[in-house]
């Protein structure tokens, strides 16, 4: 069975750091991108990062650029998120999904997804 799970969300303050990860399981890691979104109350889940293998590739939104860094790690199938300079704007749940080849844009366009980690910034 294919499984992603999210894990190393909480509760920070402001300006504070959180490292999530992302353990999969099911599936060849190296053949799909990785990626992370969040959603935020009455809001709709968006892309926040992802990590493309076969592009050599990393994508960051504007509004965490310079802030988060994704990376990953194939010999264990995982993924992270380093979250810095934490702001309570990226209060939400944050998923792991994975898609084949690229890092597409759209949440449909993944196959797999994890079941969600909480991260609340408080001001």
């Known amino acids: 069975d294919v499984q992603l799970q999210a894990s190393g969300g909480g509760l920070v303050q402001a300006g504070g750091s959180l490292r999530l990860s992302c353990a999969a399981s099911?599936?060849?890691?190296?053949?799909?991108?990785i990626g992370w979104f969040r959603q935020a109350p009455a809001q709709e889940r968006k892309g926040v990062s992802c990590?493309?293998?076969?592009?050599?590739?990393?994508y960051h939104a504007d509004s965490v650029k310079g802030r988060f860094t994704i990376s990953s790690d194939y010999a264990k199938n995982s993924l992270y998120l380093q979250m810095n300079s934490l702001k309570p704007e990226d209060t939400a749940v944050y998923y792991c999904?994975?898609?084949?080849?690229?890092?597409?844009?759209?949440?449909?366009?993944?196959?797999?997804w994890g079941q969600g980690t909480q991260v609340t910034v408080s001001s």
């Open positions: 999904a994975a898609a084949k080849g690229s890092c597409p844009h759209y949440p449909y366009e993944y196959d797999y």
């Open positions: 099911g599936f060849t890691f190296d053949d799909y991108a």
């Open positions: 990590i493309s293998s076969s592009e050599g590739s990393t």
